[in-house]
C-alpha cells in the first residue's frame, strides 16, 4: 500500500470535506424544494398547537358554506390544517364557525386574526385579535400577533404596546423573544 504524504493526507481530507458539503447542500435542497406537507395528528394536545409530523394525511375536502359541525376540537384540526397549507379563504369560516362554539377560545381568535391579515382584512384582523386580547389580557400570543399585525397596518403606537404586554408576560419564552426583536425594529425606525 502506498504511503500518502502529509501534503496529500491534507488534500484528501479537504476533498472529503468539500464533498460532504456538497452532498448534504444538494440533499438539503432537495428537502427544501419538495417538502412533505405537515401531517395532522387524530387529537393534538392543544387545540392549536402546531400537530407532530407522524403519518401523511390526505388533503381537506373544500368547506362548505354552511357549516354545521359541531365539534370543536374538530373544527379547529381542520381550520388549523387549512391554516398550515395557506388556504387562508377556506380556514377563515371553520375559525368563525369555531368562535360560534367556543367564542372565549383565544386562540381561535389569533388564529382568525392572522388568516384575515394575510388574506388581506387587516382592520377585520385588528378586531378579532383585540377581541381576543380583551378576553385574556394573560395570553402572551395574542399580544404577540397584534403587535406584529399593527406593525405591518403602520400603526406604531398600538404595535410597541401591545409587543411591550407581550415582552412582560415573559420575556425568556419564545413569544417574548419574537416581541422583543421586533420591538427592536421599531427603535431601528
Do not use: C
Not at 13 to 31: E, M
Not at 96 to 103: C, K
Amino acid at each position: 500500500m502506498p504511503r500518502l504524504s502529509p501534503l496529500q493526507w491534507l488534500l484528501f481530507a479537504v476533498f472529503l470535506f468539500f464533498y460532504g458539503f456538497t452532498v448534504f447542500a444538494v440533499t438539503r435542497d432537495y428537502y427544501i424544494r419538495h417538502a412533505a406537507r405537515p401531517a395532522v395528528a387524530a387529537a393534538p394536545a392543544t387545540p392549536h398547537g402546531m400537530p407532530p409530523q407522524t403519518a401523511p394525511r390526505p388533503a381537506p375536502t373544500a368547506i362548505p358554506q354552511t357549516i354545521t359541525e359541531t365539534n370543536p376540537d374538530l373544527l379547529a384540526q381542520q381550520a388549523d390544517a387549512l391554516f398550515v397549507e395557506r388556504r387562508y379563504s377556506e380556514a377563515v369560516p371553520v375559525y368563525r364557525r369555531l368562535l360560534e362554539l367556543r367564542p372565549d377560545d383565544v386562540e381561535a381568535h389569533n388564529d382568525l386574526g392572522l388568516a384575515l391579515h394575510y388574506m388581506g382584512d387587516t382592520d377585520g384582523a385588528l378586531t378579532q385579535l383585540r377581541a381576543g386580547a380583551a378576553k385574556d389580557a394573560a395570553h402572551q400570543r395574542i399580544w404577540l400577533t397584534l403587535g406584529f399585525v399593527s406593525l405591518q397596518a403602520g400603526d406604531a403606537a398600538e404595535a410597541r404596546s401591545s409587543l411591550e404586554h407581550a415582552r412582560d408576560l415573559g420575556a425568556d419564552t419564545g413569544v417574548g423573544q419574537e416581541a422583543t426583536r421586533l420591538l427592536d425594529l421599531i427603535e431601528a425606525q
